[in-house]
């Protein structure tokens, strides 16, 4: 088929009559996805009259004409009506457009330049593949066909063989099929041409993993046609009148009926099997394709590494191998296999029996019937369970599920004893209904395996917030979107500040996949990192921008970072092109949009960033989301910020309440492709009771004095227990801010919280160190002190210079 080669097709009943007679030429024309001509053969251009550098990149339906009206008289030919005038006719002309994705065949009469009309059939494959081809059309001149023919009766032509005929150019359609279209390899070539001179119809679709049998309607008679034959034949045969010759000649088309039907049989099941990426729901798909039309019993068997979704070792599978039964499906009186092979249970399989037969082999396993022996010795595998009486007497079909040359697992097909015995055409309509529905499993199976990468993936990113902060209380939600591939680069956050602060974050990396992900999950460090030196917001935006520019111009954020104030009573907040966040008044219960400065994305670079300061009171609730949540195809976002302010001014027994009414009132109607985070905190705030200061001059004596006015502040909260701890840490900071301060007074702060928060601030802007002092060492060991005795401490810079911290857990009584 290359551009010198021209293939045959052959015609007759038998290879002895018709091989002999030689070859017709045929045309081979080879359409891309973009509608144009990729192959002109030289048959093409002896049957169509136009040269191969003519045809070559010129559309197809300006050299292939596809329409035209039927001249009067000329309606009929020896291979049935003609289809068009002067056209390939409209099957073809459906191929051509994409607008048929299964076979078509045809005849027509052509106009071809300096030649007479010529007699055509033609052939149309849509080709399924990783590669540029999309169509395949043959066609061959039936005049010359019928000249062979020699006035035999009209045989059905298929491209290269007919039915009952040995196609002697096997071997060159096979080598040759590569070379014209590039993405099938000369093993799937080789397989292709086998089956079709095994089963006698064609097989020229295909995919990158897979072979699906098909045919054009050669005319071959449906059942209900077959049916209404042997009707007539009957009611001839009573009146004592002759057959009718179309019931004689139906027995010379029972084979190919039967080759027929099962083909329809195959492409139903392939249609009603894989509409789901769902494993659970294909296999159920799977069991019930087959039953009852093809079998009575369908049992499902799933390596448990396919069942759970995860990745298995390569090779064949052994006698430890575990089977989960996953499905059972048949036509006997509900119950009577349930009861006795449940679904769920998993067990190996013994080397002497047919299932591992099949399942290390790769390939059906027939037994027409089960004996009485080898239903004992199946039944043996099933303790304190006699199955024999559902299996003995029935014939047995056990079909391996394969995909990429792996076995995941196996269907066990039974037939009731008065139904036909499983047969050769049964065990390879069974293989090729096994490897459709292998395929399918696998691909439901690598789903599930990236499905749930993906949601660790996710998982492993973000967050895992504590409900309850300084001052604060948060709830959270994280929708995954419902796109394939669903991992997104939505994000939330909260930090810990100097000063019982707490900072709020919400991100969303544009796009999706793993890509953003992994984008998100460097800009979460970085607003982290940044957040722990106490940046002020609009400054940690502009740094968080440089990075994500030195990180590369492919993706943008948006962000919205809030810094809470419980004592100022306080947010600080700036924006880099997110949406803006609601805040939910508690005095009155009304909700409004927070007017910010927008900014613009993270990554767009070079544009300054603005912060503002907004006043809250205590029992005020802030609502910060991605654009997934109220953001809908073909809708205005303003309705979703609307309905997203509405909704969350709704009242609500906890947070968690809360922003499950927002999840509900922005996400009812099922269409949401994005992922969707969500962060809402009520501002509690702390109480200026709970707060106390002190300023210490740079004078060692001061230090006696903090450890005197913390003691006594400790009283006065009745947290006596905590006070010999608690002044002996305030000794060795207050130490230490004394010794290493510039100028400046030495601020002490008690906060009590839901926990006691110790902080010293002081104008030195290096950070202390954890050091390991040695018994002569005269420093060291204040800190180490610190570590031992607090229940969490830590250090972090200032724009003054820095502050050192720590907590102690308040005694049960005293929590509130």
Same mark, same amino acid.
């Given at each position: ?21 030689? %070859?017709?030429? @045929? ?13 002109? *053969?030289?048959?093409? &251009? ?60 045809? !005849? ?24 540029? /081809? #999309? ?24 491209? $290269? ?11 060159? @359609?096979? #080598?040759?099929? +590569?070379?014209?279209?590039? *993405? ?22 295909? *995919? ?17 046609? &077959? ?7 009957? %009611? ?25 039907? #099962? ?61 989960? %039964? ?67 007497? &029935? ?36 293989? /090729? ?7 399918? @499993? ?24 504590? +409900? ?13 979107? =419902?796109?394939?591939? &669903?991992?997104? $680069? ?107 400065? =927008? ?64 999840? !509900?009132?922005?996400? =009812?109607? $099922? ?10 905190? #009520? ?11 002190? %300023?210490?001059?740079?004078? +060692? ?70 050091? *390991? ?20 401490? $830590? ?22």
């Amino acid at each position: 088929m290359d551009h010198g080669t021209e293939t045959g097709a052959s015609a007759g009943h038998g290879a002895a009559e018709y091989t002999a007679a030689g %070859r017709i030429p @045929l045309a081979v024309v080879v359409v891309d996805r973009e509608g144009l001509v990729s192959h002109w *053969s030289r048959g093409a &251009r002896r049957l169509f009259g136009i040269l191969r550098e003519d045809a070559l990149g010129r559309p197809a339906v300006d050299l292939l004409p596809v329409s035209g009206a039927l001249p009067e008289g000329e309606d009929t030919g020896p291979y049935g009506p003609y289809v068009a005038y002067d056209g390939l006719g409209p099957g073809l002309e459906s191929s051509l457009d994409g607008r048929l994705s299964y076979p078509a065949a045809g !005849r027509a009469r052509l106009s071809v330049p300096d030649t007479e009309r010529v007699d055509v059939l033609w052939w149309a494959y849509p080709l399924v593949g990783p590669g540029p /081809e #999309r169509l395949l059309v043959l066609a061959a001149d039936a005049g010359a066909l019928q000249q062979q023919e020699d006035g035999m009766a009209a045989p059905r032509i298929a491209p $290269g063989f007919a039915l009952h005929t040995d196609f002697p150019g096997a071997e060159e @359609l096979a #080598r040759r099929l +590569p070379e014209i279209l590039p *993405s099938m390899s000369v093993g799937d070539s080789a397989r292709i041409v086998s089956q079709v001179l095994e089963l006698g119809y064609p097989i020229l679709e295909f *995919s990158q993993n897979d072979r699906v049998p098909v045919t054009p309607d050669w005319g071959v008679p449906r059942r209900a046609e &077959r049916r209404a034959r042997r009707e007539r034949a009957a %009611r001839a045969v009573a009146a004592g009148h002759p057959v009718p010759q179309d019931v004689q000649d139906e027995g010379e088309d029972l084979e190919y009926a039967a080759v027929r039907e #099962r083909l329809e049989f195959l492409n139903e099941v392939s249609g009603r099997i894989g509409t789901s990426l769902d494993l659970a729901q294909t296999i159920i798909e799977v069991s019930k394709a087959v039953v009852p039309r093809f079998t009575d019993v369908a049992c499902t068997y799933l390596r448990e590494q396919v069942v759970a979704g995860e990745g298995f070792p390569d090779g064949v599978p052994d006698t430890t191998t575990m089977w989960h %039964r996953v499905a059972l499906e048949h036509t006997d009186e509900p119950g009577r296999w349930e009861d006795v092979v449940p679904v769920g249970e998993a067990m190996p399989f013994p080397a002497e029996t047919p299932f591992f037969q099949c399942m290390t082999t790769g390939e059906p396993v027939v037994i027409p019937r089960i004996s009485e022996e080898m239903g004992h010795a199946i039944a043996s595998q099933f303790d304190k369970r006699d199955i024999r009486p559902l299996i003995t007497h &029935r014939s047995m079909l056990i079909v391996p599920l394969k995909a990429r040359q792996v076995v995941l697992g196996f269907m066990a097909l039974m037939r009731h004893p008065e139904r036909p015995e499983f047969n050769d055409m049964d065990r390879v309509t069974g293989a /090729e209904l096994a490897a459709r529905a292998g395929l399918v @499993l696998d691909n439901a199976r690598m789903y599930t395996y990236q499905e749930n990468v993906a949601e660790t993936l996710q998982d492993s990113m973000l967050p895992h917030i504590a +409900p309850r902060m300084t001052g604060c209380d948060i709830a959270t939600r994280y929708l995954p979107g =419902t796109l394939l591939g &669903r991992v997104g $680069g939505d994000w939330f956050d909260s930090v810990k500040l100097p000063g019982a602060r707490t900072a709020l974050v919400v991100g969303d990396v544009m796009g999706h996949g793993l890509n953003s992900a992994a984008m998100m999950g460097q800009l979460r460090t970085a607003v982290q990192t940044m957040a722990a030196l106490d940046l002020p917001p609009a400054q940690l935006l502009r740094n968080l921008d440089d990075l994500a520019q030195r990180l590369g111009d492919t993706y943008l954020a948006t962000c919205l970072y809030a810094v809470y104030d419980p004592i100022a009573s306080e947010l600080h907040l700036a924006n880099a092109g997110h949406i803006p966040p609601v805040i939910v008044r508690a005095a009155d219960g009304r909700s409004e949009l927070l007017d910010l400065p =927008t900014g613009a994305p993270i990554g767009v670079g070079g544009v300054p960033f603005e912060s503002v300061r907004v006043p809250v009171s205590p029992g005020d609730r802030l609502v910060m989301c991605t654009d997934g949540l109220v953001e809908v195809r073909g809708e205005d976002i303003g309705v979703g910020l609307a309905t997203l302010c509405e909704s969350a001014a709704h009242p609500a027994a906890s947070m968690d309440d809360a922003c499950d009414t927002i999840i !509900r009132a922005l996400n =009812t109607c $099922g269409g949401r492709k994005d992922d969707v985070a969500l962060l809402m905190a #009520r501002l509690a705030g702390i109480e200026p009771e709970d707060v106390a200061v002190w %300023r210490f001059n740079l004078d +060692p004596v001061e230090v006696g004095r903090a450890r005197a006015v913390v003691g006594e502040q400790l009283h006065e909260w009745g947290l006596d227990t905590l006070a010999h701890n608690a002044e002996l840490m305030v000794s060795e900071l207050v130490t230490n801010a004394v010794r290493h301060s510039h100028g400046r007074p030495v601020e002490l702060r008690l906060v009590r919280g839901d926990t006691l928060l110790c902080e010293v601030d002081d104008d030195d802007h290096t950070l202390p160190t954890l050091l *390991s002092a040695g018994p002569g060492d005269e420093s060291g060991r204040g800190l180490r002190v610190v570590s031992t005795l607090a229940r969490e401490w $830590g250090t972090s810079r200032t724009s003054a210079g820095k502050t050192v911290w720590f907590e102690l857990t308040l005694p049960r009584a005293a929590r509130r």
